[in-house]
């Protein structure tokens, strides 16, 4: 199986002075059902860009977290780490797909304002997906309503918040829903990615 990149957050460990790189085990079951093996970057830029020079990665997860700092975030090695990856992998042409927050770094990456949301954090939430309704969770207070030339819209809240987007030219996907958080997965999902990452089985 292809090896992907994914990114961490951060949790603060009170009383300890610890600060650990975290992700949820859910995502990495997620990952493995769509036949890739997901490596997580640390947030330290030695061993993000020691282990990103050896070129192993076949693909890129941004994965979920806090804001971006810029919109109220306090994790700016997150930030660090995450633009440090989607430029790199933008420049190889390696495939990237975001995770709700990951897909905000994509939309700030490609200059999209985002602003809050309200209504956007609940476990069962009905949208437009490629023109069909579809059931999605949702966990974020951050969106936008518009998007810029280069990325395309293929999935909207009925408020006009954007839930999906792809690059017009360049293997960049994001959604704003979490798909690691369904039991069981959604076969929607699991197609999507492995479509993504060229996984997907040939007929």
Known sequence: MKLIAVSQRTTRIEGRNEKRDSLDQRLVA????CQVVPVPIANTREAREELWSRGLFEGLVLS???NLVKYGGSDPECDETEFFLLKSAIAFGIPVFGICRGMEIIQDYYHVS???VSGHVHPHMTI???GKRKEVNSFHDLGARTTSSELSV????DD???KAIRHSTLPLTGVMWHPERNDPFDRFDI???KKIYGTEERR
């Open 154 to 157: 293929w999935a909207q809240a």
């Open 191 to 193: 197609e999507l990615v």
């Open 114 to 116: 985002l602003g809050k």
């Open 128 to 130: 437009t997906v490629l």
């Open 30 to 33: 997620f990952l493995l059902a």
């Open 64 to 66: 979920g977290g806090a």
């Open 160 to 162: 006009g918040v954007i």
